[in-house]
Antibody, heavy 122, light 108 residues
Framework: QVQLVESGGGVVQPGGSLRLSCAAS????????MHWVRQAPGKGLEWVAF????????YYADSVKGRFTISRDNSKNTLYLQMNSLRAEDTAVYYC???????????????WGQGTLVTVSS | EIVLTQSPGTLSLSPGERATLSCRAS???????LAWYQQKPGQAPRLLIY???SRATGIPDRFSGSGSGTDFTLTISRLEPEDFAVYYC?????????FGQGTKVEIK
């Protein structure tokens, strides 16, 4: 069955950096686009970034553009999110989510990981 | 940028009752590219509906979606105890992808 397991969250100071990972299994990772979605404590969902199945296209929310970088290693079945210049408002649970579309992205999410908490605080 | 507004914020109902959740978009959602998710406390969201009205794999038929353009509805025909949760709509017809703020369905 499809499994997505995030890691790398923690406490970081404002202006700091963190790299999140998402280990995927149970499906052909290299055939699907992947997303990061975040949820601030007690708040709703916010889409963060998308990467095409082959890494050739990447899209970002305006709130993270220029600070966050999404990437993937299809040989390791792993998705990444490099987060730089972190701000208090980036505090959230970060979920990786699988796009439903095979090769051709659909831009909605059929499987989600359990999330990893990132706290930006001094 | 499309903004999604969900109403009501909280719906207080009893098991067996019908739930009607609304999602209104600030602009027309192209090709009815709208999805609904359910989220329970401490869990990741689960896909319920895509394409405004198509149920995802394994979703019971008491969940149904309808609507087009700017007005969409998620209906739960008869609430089961496990249906009490927060529900989010999401549009994927234009960039950036956007979610509504959520509707909480709580036990009355």
């Amino acid at each position: 069955q499809v499994q997505l397991v995030e890691s790398g969250g923690g406490v970081v100071q404002p202006g700091g950096s963190l790299r999140l990972s998402c280990a995927a299994s149970g499906f052909t990772f290299s055939s699907y686009g992947m997303h990061w979605v975040r949820q601030a404590p007690g708040k709703g969902l916010e889409w963060v970034a998308f990467i095409r199945y082959d890494g050739s296209n990447k899209y970002y929310a305006d709130s993270v553009k220029g600070r966050f970088t999404i990437s993937r290693d299809n040989s390791k079945n792993t998705l990444y999110l490099q987060m730089n210049s972190l701000r208090a408002e980036d505090t959230a649970v970060y979920y990786c989510a699988k796009d439903l579309g095979l090769y051709d992205a659909k831009y909605y999410f059929d499987y989600w990981g359990q999330g990893t908490l990132v706290t930006v605080s001094s | 940028e499309i903004v999604l507004t969900q109403s009501p914020g909280t719906l207080s109902l009893s098991p067996g009752e019908r739930a009607t959740l609304s999602c209104r978009a600030s602009q027309s959602v192209s090709s009815s590219y709208l999805a609904w998710y359910q989220q329970k406390p401490g869990q990741a969201p689960r896909l319920l509906i895509y394409g405004a009205s198509s149920r995802a794999t394994g979703i019971p038929d008491r969940f149904s979606g309808s609507g087009s353009g700017t007005d969409f509805t998620l209906t739960i025909s008869r609430l089961e105890p496990e249906d009490f949760a927060v529900y989010y709509c999401q549009q994927y017809g234009s960039s950036p992808l956007a979610f509504g703020q959520g509707t909480k369905v709580e036990i009355k």
